[in-house]
């Protein structure tokens, strides 16, 4: 695990709003074609949420994804993005060590 990039995803407003939103997916969002909750939130729910233009936000989710933050799953034509919890919660650990 690199923290820094870790630390650099999270740098960003947008990026960690992103973050939160999907902490609780139903909270947030809904959906017709699928459950937030266990299956993930679909790339066009967080940008009509945001309010960003698509290749924003899909840099942003590369970003998070690319850092271990999120986990991205292709079905079909649909994208679905969620948190890697256990993945921050070995970040916080780490972070908690260093600290």
């Known amino acids: 695990m690199n923290r820094l990039i870790v630390l650099k995803a999270l740098s960003n407003k947008n990026r960690l709003q992103i973050l939160e939103w999907l902490k609780e997916p139903s909270k947030h969002f809904t959906s017709s074609h699928c459950d937030v909750s266990t299956d993930g939130v679909c790339v066009g729910l967080i940008e009509k949420k945001i309010g960003l233009s698509q290749s924003t936000v899909s840099q942003y989710l590369l970003q998070l994804e690319q850092a271990g933050l999120i986990i991205m799953e292709r079905?079909?034509?649909?994208?679905?993005?969620?948190?890697?919890?256990?993945?921050?919660?070995?970040?916080?650990?780490?972070?908690?060590?260093?600290?």
């Open 75 to 99: 079905r079909g034509q649909w994208t679905y993005y969620k948190l890697n919890k256990p993945f921050i919660s070995e970040f916080m650990d780490q972070l908690k060590s260093a600290l």
